[in-house]
């Protein structure tokens, strides 16, 4: 068993699993006090891709200057290379 923190690469999530980590990511945020970030994904299912890219896109950017939260951006990042997959 290895201890390798690395995150696996996954590209093959669909709307309901990028739906489930963006709800996750929210949950994180307001815990952690991050009221801005996780406001941004609230009401996140059934919206429309473009608005959920955006979404994304915005949070990454709010997150670039806090290392302290990289788990958060890590999540964001594997759900980035996943919009493709949105219908």
């Keep these: 068993m290895s201890n390798d923190p690395t995150m696996k690469l996954v590209t093959n999530l669909d709307r309901a699993a990028m739906e489930a980590k963006l709800r996750e ?6 815990a ?6 996780a ?3 609230i009401g996140i299912e059934g919206m429309p ?13 709010w997150l670039a200057d806090k290392p302290q939260h ?4 890590a999540t964001l990042d594997l759900v ?3 919009l ?3 219908k």
């Design 39 to 41: 406001k941004m994904f």
């Design 49 to 61: 891709a473009a608005q959920i890219e955006q979404r994304v896109q915005s949070a990454a950017k």
């Design 70 to 73: 990289m788990k958060l951006s």
């Design 25 to 30: 990511v929210g949950g994180e945020a307001a």
């Design 32 to 37: 952690a006090g991050l009221t801005d970030l």
């Design 80 to 82: 980035g290379m996943n």
């Design 84 to 86: 493709k997959n949105l």
